[in-house]
C-alpha cells in the first residue's frame, strides 16, 4: 500500500493450502486470492478509482455426492466391536477403506472474477457525475470418477462391489460440469447539492442502472468406462447423458 495526496494504491494476495487428514485417501483443499485497487486524482475536476479481485480455489476429494455424505454418515455410526478387516487381513467392504483406495476422485475447481472501474466528474461546484461498470465472471468446473471398491472373497478372490446408495457402476462412471456465469452492471448518476438563503438544503439525484446477467451450465455423464486411468465422456460403453442450460 502506498501513494501521495493524488494517487493511493493497495495490492494484496494470498495463498493457502490444506492437506486432509485420511490415510488411504486424498482430501486437499488450495486457495489463491489477489486483490488491488487504485485511487487517483487526474485533475482538480476529475477522478478515477478501479477495485479488481481474483480467486482460484480448488478441492479434491475420494467422493462426491450421496457418497460423501453417507461415507461420514456411517462413520460416525460404526460399532467399535466391528472389525474392519475380514478373516485374510484385507481391509473388508464395511470399513469403507476400499471405497477409498478404487480411485475415485472428484476434482472441483473455482474461478472468481470481479473488477470495478470507476469516473467521478465535477464539472461544476456541487455538482458531481459518477460512472462506473461492476463485472464479475463465476466459473466452476467438476469432474468426477465414480469406480467400485474392490474386495475380497473368503477364498481371496477378488470381487468388484458397490451399495446401492452410492450409485457407483460396477464399471465405473465419470462426470464432467462446467458453469459459468457473467454479470455485467454499467451505473451512472449524477448529484447537485445547494443551499437558498443559507436556511434551506437540497440535494437533487438523477440516475440509471441496468444489470445484465448470463449463466451456461453443461453436464455431461456416463458409465461403463474404457479406462480408469485416463476416463472421458466417449471413453465409455455404456448409457450417455448431455444437459444444457442457459439463462
Known sequence: TGGNDKTQYYVSGGLYYEDGLMRYAKIDFTKL????SLSSQITKWMKFK????F???GYEAPFSGTFESMFFHDMVRMRPNISPYDLNGNFNEISFVPYLKSGSKDDLKNYNFAIIPELEIEPVHNWKIFFNVNYLRNEQQESVLRLPALVYGVDGTPVY?????FGIPLLGGYTRRTNTNNYVSPNIYSSYNYSIHNAHNFADMLGFQQEVNDYQQLNASTQDLISTTTPGINLSTGDQSLIDNRD
Open 55 to 57: 480467486l482460484n480455489s
Open 161 to 165: 462391489m458397490n451399495r446401492s446408495e
Open 33 to 36: 486470492n489477489f486483490n488491488a
Open 50 to 53: 478501479i477495485n479488481s479481485k
